[in-house]
Each structure stands twice: as C-alpha cells, then as structure tokens.
C-alpha cells in the first residue's frame, strides 16, 4: 500500500509544475508547507528574487494543478516520489548547478557508481557494437549504466546492461505515464522488472516535448561520474549532455569512429577538445574518481551468452575478404548477390563481432585487422 504523500511532498509537486528547480528549492525551504498556502505572489518573489510577473505564472500553475490526482497516478504505477533534500535523493546529482526539485522513480533507485552512455538515435552497425560492447563491460565490472531511453545509442546501452545482469537507470524527457519513444515501453517494462529504474522531473502526464529533452539530459550526466559519447553529430543531444558533464565537473569520453562517417563528429570534435578516448572497459575504469569503483560481479554468475557462429552465406562472404578491405560493391560483384542482401549479411557479421567497418566505406574481417 502506498505511503500517502506529506504536506511538504504536495507542496513540491505542485512548485515543481512550472517554477524553475533553483527558485523552487528556495520557495519551499523558504515558506514551506505551513506559509505557502496563504503565501502571495510578492512573497514567491521576494524569498525566489525573481520578477513579480513570473512568480505569478508559476504561482498560478502550482495554485491550478490537481496534486490529489496526480498522486493517485503515481500510485497507480507503482511510482515513489524522491524530493531534493530527501536522504535517498543522490549526492551527486544534488551537486549540480539546477538538480530537480523532484524525483518520480519506477524501481530499485539506490545510490552506485554509475556511468552515462549517449550517442545518436540513428547509429551505424559499428556505433551499435562499441555502445553494447562498452557499456555491457563497464555493467560487468559494477557499474551502474544510465541513460535517455532514446532509440539508437541508448537503448543498446540500456540493454547491454540488462544482458550483463547489471542495473540501468533511463532518465526520461516525458513524465512516467508516457514513455517515449513509445516504441521503448517494452524496454522500460523490463528495466524496472529486472532491477533497473525509470526516472523523471517531469509531472506524470507530461507528454513529449522537444525543450524537455535538453533539460532530461543534464540529469543523465549528473547522475553519473562519467558520460561516454559513441556516436553523433556535432549538434546532437550527445554533445548537450557531455557540455552538462564538462561544466558539472564530470569525465566525458568520446568514442573514435571512421573518419568518413559523419555519426563521428560528435567523438572527434570531443576528442579534438580534450575528452579521453573510449576504446575499451579500462579507459572508462580508469578516468572514475578513486573509491567508486564497485566489486566485478563474482566469478559464479553467469556468463553472458557466446555470440552466434557465422551462417553458411555469412562464412561464404567472409572467405571473399580473407585479409582484404572490400566496399559493398566489390563484395556485391564477387558474391553474385544483390545489395540489400549484401548489406544485411555484413549487419549481421558486425553483430556477431567478425567483420569491421574500415575508412572508405570497406568492411575487413575482424582478426585481419
């Protein structure tokens, strides 16, 4: 049975509505659950040091907002509520410039050392393989892995996480009650069901909108000591959330991609800037801060699942590259076999780690590298 929420938890359900998480941090503690409600709007501005007319939006918005309602979904989904200042509210996202006023969380939420992974919504086969490679060694090896729920990049870190046994923590843009992308519900389901946690600022019916994802982003770094960035553009969310990293004080490290692949801008220019290079486990180990990291899993859980061997079209693919370098069309003209088919077999082989995507759009066999 649900704990029914205090005075002081309704109070900052309803701030949190509209009014900025700094300036509602300091309404509360300043009048508190006693004042505010016989509170005006000259005092919201007088203990916030904000302007009257804004203090009036947002004194309106928590005035109008249906707090009994909105407890009863966050009830109704199983959700608790986690308020700043709360002693299971995390130290380090506390520590942040604007830490939200509000937690909503579906799951184990406890504290850990965790690490974000971010990158594009439209990875490369390559961008896909170093996500789950990297993000499924660093859950091997205790930590926490977090990230956006976003198509691409997250969900494969989401879900090397969840392979390797290891919790995951996905901060959502939207409110709880309308995950997003929808196409992730599944994902989250099984987050929350295999002791992971969803996580949101946002009012339980909030739908999505696009100012809500920056904003979604600098609690995905600031949950984290490091943020890890496979692939992107160089104006991408990835490059918002390693910025939020870089000015909460946190590791960013970037991925090397192929230099003719434009998901790689977002790593270069990273790189180019002086952020770590993440080409294994042990790069990202060795840039958290000492005493944070946790205990490898012990010895007796179970292994992760050996990939699957080649098929017989995919062996008979790989025999045309021996120790070459071959693009599509090479490989289309010395198999006989048409594009599409060409492509899905070489998708296939990065997915079981036997080829590699090379410089000038070429793919070699992995060992001949």
């Known amino acids: 049975m649900a704990v029914p929420w205090t005075d002081r938890q309704r109070w900052a359900v309803r701030l949190n509505v509209d009014t900025p998480p700094r300036r509602a941090w300091d309404i509360l503690n300043e009048l508190g659950p006693q004042g505010l409600p016989k509170s005006v709007d000259a005092d919201w501005s007088r203990v916030s040091a904000a302007k009257l007319e804004d203090v009036a939006s947002w004194r309106r918005a928590a005035l109008a907002f249906d707090v009994v309602a909105e407890e009863l979904r966050c009830s109704s989904l199983g959700a608790r509520l986690i308020l700043r200042g709360d002693p299971d509210y995390p130290d380090l996202l506390a520590s942040i410039h604007d830490p939200p006023l509000v937690l909503y969380v579906q799951g184990t939420f406890s504290p850990a050392s965790a690490v974000a992974f971010v990158g594009t919504r439209y990875p490369t086969p390559y961008g896909r393989r170093m996500a789950r490679r990297l993000a499924g060694d660093a859950s091997r090896a205790g930590l926490t892995i977090v990230s956006g729920l976003a198509r691409g990049i997250d969900a494969e870190a989401h879900l090397a ?81 390693a910025r939020h990293a870089l000015d909460q004080g946190r590791e960013v490290l970037a991925v090397p991609g192929p230099a003719d692949s434009v998901m790689s801008e977002a790593p270069h220019r990273l790189l180019d800037e002086g952020a770590a290079m993440a080409s294994g486990v042990a790069d990202i180990l060795g840039r958290l801060p000492d005493g944070h990291l946790l205990a490898a899993r012990k010895s007796s859980d179970p292994a992760p699942a050996p990939l699957e061997p080649p098929t017989g079209e995919e062996a008979s693919v790989m025999a045309l590259l021996g120790s070459d370098a071959l693009s599509l069309d090479e490989l289309v003209q010395l198999s006989g076999l048409d594009t599409t088919r060409i492509s899905s077999i070489m998708f296939g082989l990065e997915i079981k780690d036997k080829v590699i995507s090379v410089p000038g759009n070429r793919y070699a066999q992995k060992e001949a590298r």
């Open 161 to 241: 996480a969840l392979d390797a046994k290891g919790p995951t923590w996905a901060v959502l843009g939207t409110g709880l009650g309308h995950v997003y992308p929808f196409e992730n519900a599944p994902l989250a389901r099984r987050i929350v069901a295999e002791g992971g946690a969803v996580i949101s600022e946002r009012p339980i019916d909030t739908g999505p909108d696009r100012h809500l994802f920056p904003r979604r982003n600098r609690i995905v770094a600031g949950l984290s000591w490091a943020v890890v960035v496979a692939e992107g553009r160089h104006k991408s969310g990835a490059m918002i959330t």
